[in-house]
């Protein structure tokens, strides 16, 4: 309680945020079990005590089908965010350790990456394996790498060069070392901003994919997917869109929001 | 131009005095010079005339010229004044000035009015300041000395009439030093004021007029620089008098034994320029080797050579055998830069301890001998002063036993009580353990007493 009254509001805000989401995605699945399970005689039903947010077009529990897209979202990011940043940031570092020959190299594949668009790059892979859950984490991660390596090796080429690294290897300290006491320490909150705003383009790129139907396929519950699936019906019933697109701005805001505090110096 | 008066100047943080009211009045043409050691609140005065004092520092006072007068306590007033009447020469000009811009636009800036009639006079203040070929250069491609007179050309081109100058001798070689006295002494002879805060005391006698002594936010000693410079009056002040290493008693040194190190026929370039050629450096153990030179003659590039930090183009060097590589240490500039930011002194030195399999008991002592206290250690490197932290360097590198020490320049950041308090304690340690001293200075009285040969070049 006391560490959370010393934070400024937006980042008040964007753990009570952070945390109804996680709520609904851990407990959610919990409470409404089956998101794919269709009861057609409840066609459209209103929101009830047991269904708050009622029932879908082919009879399923909006609220299970929600909670399941937000578990989904979010794991998904989760997953592509730390790869790319373990990926990225141990290149750049070795990047900038070695230079030469391995750095030119590296450089030269981070910038052929890069001159692609980040969601040219999920596509092509989405088109290779329709749908698949594999082929979307991969293509993602591959497409954020490339900013973890860049922010990295240039922080790292910095740190690398600076007096105290010199210090510390004229008194003997290896390579271990240096990672933990003089990198790490200029690299984290960096990476942690990078992550948070991360997680944000890798759920905003999952639901788009979804939405423009590459992503993954139905019956999958994406917030994307169930955007699209609902328009058709959006005058009978706006909360079928509604609820997906509340889902979706609320998370983006509190990652948004979370970014640690800035590098000061 | 008439004459500057300032009434009851004082900053306080809170309830807390930092600078005691203090009355002073600049006349045109004559220099006064404020003198005292770091953290003595000499700076602040600077700072509570413009009105730039950082928040939570409060001025009071008032600045009076003619019928005129400024409240200092409203910081806004003075705003208007800036660049016409007060103008302030920045604390290491390397960094004061914008590195993204050319020398001629920048010094331009200082002109209000039309600006193709301020490049013409940026134009010609920089060929009067001998900076002729250098208007097209980037602040980067500046030598210390050359971005000195680009910090004066910009701050006097709009003719200010009190000028604020903020330790302006700081990181110079001896030679800007006296070019930078010269910029002054003919900014005085304009008729204008010239307030120059500083720790040189050399400054302080080349400009002569009034000097005013600070310590702990206090003035101890105001009188003419003839007077307080020869006769000083006040303990404080002659003490920092004596604390100029020309007034050191001379140090005896102890006697070199076998060798230790020989360079033959060292030679560095960069690009087109050649630093050095053919040096041959032989030192020997225990000996004290000074390397004298103007800034930029690559004295810390032979010092980094030896040291193996840096690769020679030609030559080679060889060390004695049977030393461990932890045998050559190096003492840094800024001691600040010398140590992982984030990291607090207590786990940089337990690590240092840790990794050479010293007891914790060796620190402690070491700590003691150089009037350190443990409490220190819970800060992080930029919470500890110039000073104190370059003591603690020199214990982290005495903590591994080493055979040669590489001081560069270790010192020039370092107020004359502090600098005196230091040389003296990094001499006894390095005698107690019979290390090898190389000093790279600019300071030539530093050199001759605090080693026993001095190479120049």
């Known amino acids: 309680m006391t560490y959370l009254a010393l934070l400024p509001w937006h980042r008040r805000l964007a753990w009570l945020l952070l945390a109804l989401v996680l709520l609904l995605a851990i407990a959610g699945p919990w409470l409404w079990p089956d998101p794919a399970r269709q009861d057609l005689m409840q066609f459209l039903a209103s929101p009830s005590l047991a269904e708050p947010l009622g029932r879908d077009q082919l009879g399923r529990s909006v609220m299970a089908r929600v909670a399941s897209a937000t578990r989904l979202s979010l794991g998904l990011a989760a997953l592509c965010v730390l790869s790319a940043a373990l990926l990225g940031s141990l290149l750049g570092v070795l990047s900038a350790w070695r230079g030469g020959l391995t750095d030119t190299v590296l450089r030269g594949v981070a910038d052929g990456v890069l001159a692609l668009p980040g969601l040219l790059i999920v596509l092509i892979f989405s088109a290779m394996a329709k749908g698949g859950f594999l082929t979307l984490y991969l293509g993602l991660a591959l497409a954020q790498w490339v900013e973890y390596f860049r922010m990295t090796r240039a922080r790292s080429r910095l740190v690398l060069a600076s007096p105290h690294v010199e210090a510390s290897r004229l008194l003997g300290f290896g390579p271990g070392y240096i990672v933990r006491r003089h990198l790490w320490p200029e690299l984290s909150p960096m990476l942690l901003t990078m992550a948070s705003f991360g997680m944000a383009t890798a759920i905003l790129a999952l639901s788009t994919l979804g939405y423009v139907g590459v992503g993954l396929q139905p019956p999958a519950a994406e917030l994307g997917l169930m955007m699209t699936e609902a328009l058709p019906h959006y005058s009978e019933a706006p909360r079928l869109v509604l609820a997906p697109v509340a889902v979706l701005a609320l998370t983006l805001a509190a990652l948004v929001l979370l970014r640690p505090l800035e590098v000061t110096r | ?457």
């Open chain 2, 1 to 457: 131009m008439s004459t500057l008066h300032l009434g009851g100047v004082a900053v306080y943080q809170q309830q807390h005095c930092l600078l005691q009211p203090l009355d002073l009045t600049l006349y045109p043409g004559e220099a006064l010079t404020v003198l005292g050691e770091s953290g003595s609140g000499k700076s602040l005065l600077a700072h509570a005339i413009m009105g730039t004092l950082p928040a939570g520092l409060r001025a009071s006072g008032e600045l009076r010229q003619d019928s005129q007068a400024w409240p200092l306590a409203d910081a806004a007033n003075r705003r208007a004044l800036w660049g016409a009447q007060l103008a302030i020469l920045p604390q290491e000009p390397a960094t004061a000035l914008d590195p993204t811009m050319r020398v001629l636009p920048q010094v331009a800036e200082g002109w209000r009015g039309a600006a193709k009639l301020a490049h013409t006079e940026a134009h010609s203040l920089l060929g009067r300041l001998g900076l002729h070929a250098a208007q097209r250069h980037y602040p980067h491609q500046l030598s210390g000395g050359m971005a000195q007179r680009v910090a004066f050309a910009a701050a006097t081109l709009g003719g200010a009439s009190l000028l604020l100058a903020d330790e302006p001798s700081k990181g110079l070689d001896s030679q800007a030093c006296a070019t930078l006295a010269q910029l002054l002494q003919q900014h005085l002879a304009s008729g204008q004021c010239l307030l120059t805060i500083t720790n040189d005391i050399a400054l302080a006698r080349a400009l002569g007029g009034q000097v005013l002594v600070m310590r702990g936010g206090e003035v101890v000693e105001h009188g003419p620089a003839s007077q307080v410079l020869q006769q000083p009056r006040h303990t404080y002040t002659q003490q920092l008098l004596a604390a100029e290493p020309q007034a050191w008693p001379t140090i005896p040194h102890p006697a070199a034994g076998d060798w230790l190190l020989q360079g033959r026929s060292l030679g560095k370039a960069y690009g087109s320029q050649t630093l050095f050629q053919n040096v041959d450096i032989d030192i020997a153990a225990g000996e004290r080797v000074a390397l004298l030179a103007h800034s930029g003659a690559g004295k810390s590039t032979l010092g980094n050579i030896l040291l193996g930090l840096t690769r020679a183009d030609h030559g080679s060097v060889r060390y004695r055998d049977g030393l461990p590589r932890t045998a050559w240490q190096k003492l840094y500039q800024d001691p600040v830069q010398a140590f992982a930011p984030h990291i607090s002194l207590h786990t940089a030195l337990h690590d240092v301890l840790q990794h050479c399999g010293q007891p914790v008991a060796s620190l402690e002592t070491l700590l003691h001998r150089l009037r350190l206290s443990p409490d220190l250690l819970a800060r992080k490197p930029s919470q500890v002063s110039g000073g104190e932290l370059q003591r603690l360097a020199l214990i982290r590198t005495l903590l591994l036993q080493p055979a040669l020490l590489f001081a560069d320049e270790p010192t020039s950041r370092l107020d004359p009580l502090t600098q005196q308090d230091t040389v003296h304690c990094l001499l006894d340690e390095l005698a107690r353990i019979g290390c090898a001293l190389l000093l790279v200075t600019h300071d030539h009285a530093l050199a001759s007493k605090s080693t026993s040969r001095q190479l120049r070049w």
